[in-house]
């Protein structure tokens, strides 16, 4: 009679005596493989805390002077979304709904508003001329340079990628005037 665990760290192997009581016993060389098998097939559990939010419209007005600008520019991944640096899942739907792994984020990366609210660190990434193309407050930007060393936190990159910006032609069913690159220059 072989017994293993699940996971193939702990096993036993017992005979029947006369009495039909099991005895333990060495393992069988011809069963080391099969409890072998088993510990390599086996990869550890792991549980994780999905955290799912929304850009309002307030926030999205924080960006830009058109906020459903910024969330076709979403939809249509000219603009990638991140929640500390950590890549997420953009729901389908109206709005900037989306999911993100909070073991992938930095610690303490939440914060709270006495409304009572959660407030996570979203950023959104896209080229210059694309947030200038969808209204953005270029009054406010200023180069990295300028911020000084004192003020930059240099994070450790991620161990998968999120998916990139694309920037190639655009995706049909997106209409010429949504896209930020339809804005002249």
């Known amino acids: ?79 990638r979304v991140t929640c500390g640096g950590a890549p997420v899942y953009v729901w389908p739907g109206g709005g900037i709904t989306f999911m993100v792994d909070v073991t992938r984020m930095p610690e303490n990366g939440f914060g709270y508003v006495p409304t009572p609210a959660l407030v996570a660190p979203i950023e959104f990434t896209l080229k210059l001329e694309d947030y200038a193309a969808l209204g953005g407050h270029m009054d406010q930007v200023r180069p990295l340079s300028s911020l ?6 240099q994070l450790e990159p991620q161990s998968q990628s999120p998916v990139p910006v694309k920037s190639g032609p655009m995706k049909s069913g997106m209409r010429e005037a949504d896209s930020p690159r339809s804005a002249k220059r």
Do not use: W
């Open 148 to 153: 000084g060393e004192s003020n930059r936190e």
């Open 1 to 79: 009679m072989l017994m293993v665990s699940t996971t193939g760290e702990q096993h036993a192997y017992y005979e029947l005596d006369d009495d039909l009581r099991p005895v333990a016993r060495d393992l069988p060389e011809s069963l080391v493989e099969s409890v072998e098998r088993i510990r390599e097939n086996c990869e550890p559990a792991l549980s994780t805390v999905l955290f799912m939010g929304g850009a309002g419209g307030s926030l999205r007005a924080g960006v830009t002077d058109n906020p459903v600008k910024l969330t076709r520019s979403v939809k249509h991944n000219f603009t």
